[in-house]
């Protein structure tokens, strides 16, 4: 874990934040959890990063912001100074307006937001309703995500994607952090609850994006590393997808 400077304004560190020769380390948990989209974003970025795990979380914790990870430190190899910032959601969105993976213009820019955010919804509600449920309510749980939550977000997804040419994009014909989110998240998804919802043949534009990020040669690159298998087999040790 890095320190972060603190002696600093603020218009040095916006000079520092749009630098793209930084050095990033990325801190979170030996799992994919939350991540699979950001790691995959500093991972397709050809930035200079590394994933770090907390060595004593317990002890850690109270120096974070929020008292939660992911957390991303960036350092400026000139200055030295190192810039903190935590919370999934504007972490992603900083290195997909860094990084040109955000849409063209203002509007588009926030219809990325928009499919994203969704995404993150769905599942970050499989581990608030399911993951996180007592076990003696974990079925009842499992069946209100698997009767309501997840078919909702299929239907409304694959209406709008098909409506959209089904182009394999959420907003125009560029690569977007929202096609990213639901690549990553399909995985879990499908991990979740197999072809019951989600398959080729059922859901065609969802699979379209699924298919256009995971033909992404660095990517594919990173989902075949050893690293990337290492998360998935803790993941699914710990959690069962
Ligand atoms: N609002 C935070 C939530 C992140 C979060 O829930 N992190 C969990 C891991 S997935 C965590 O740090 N848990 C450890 C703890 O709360 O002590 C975000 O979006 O980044």
């Known amino acids: 874990m890095v320190a972060p400077s603190k002696d600093i304004s603020t218009e040095t560190m916006s000079q520092i934040a749009k630098s793209k020769d930084n050095k990033y380390e990325l801190l979170y948990f030996p799992f994919h959890g939350v991540l699979p989209a950001l790691r995959a974003m500093l991972a397709i970025s050809g930035a200079n990063y590394t994933f770090t ?5 317990t002890k850690e914790k109270p120096s974070t912001p929020f008292g939660s990870l992911p957390i991303l430190y960036e350092t400026d190899p000139a200055s030295g100074h190192t810039l ?3 919370e999934l959601s504007a972490i992603e969105c900083y290195l997909g307006d860094k990084y040109g993976w955000m849409g063209d213009n203002l509007w588009e820019r926030a219809q990325v937001q928009m499919y994203h955010s969704s995404t993150q919804a769905v599942f970050d509600k499989w581990v608030t309703t399911v993951v996180r449920a007592p076990k003696e309510h974990k079925a009842q749980m499992t069946d209100i995500y698997m009767e309501k939550i997840l078919p909702e977000w299929v239907e409304y997804h694959e209406k709008l994607l098909m409506g959209r040419g089904c182009n394999g994009h959420y907003v ?9 989110k639901t690549a990553t998240t399909l995985d879990n998804l499908i991990s979740m609850s197999g072809d019951r919802f989600l398959s080729r043949e059922k859901t065609p534009a969802i699979f379209a994006v699924y298919d256009a ?3 992404m040669p660095k990517y594919a690159a990173w989902k075949s590393s050893p690293e990337w298998k290492a998360y998935d087999e803790l993941n699914k040790k710990l959690f069962g997808f």
């Open 53 to 57: 795990h907390p060595v004593d979380w």
């Open 84 to 86: 903190e910032l935590a």
């Open 172 to 180: 125009g014909d560029k690569f977007s952090i929202a096609d990213l």
């Open 213 to 215: 990020v995971e033909k």
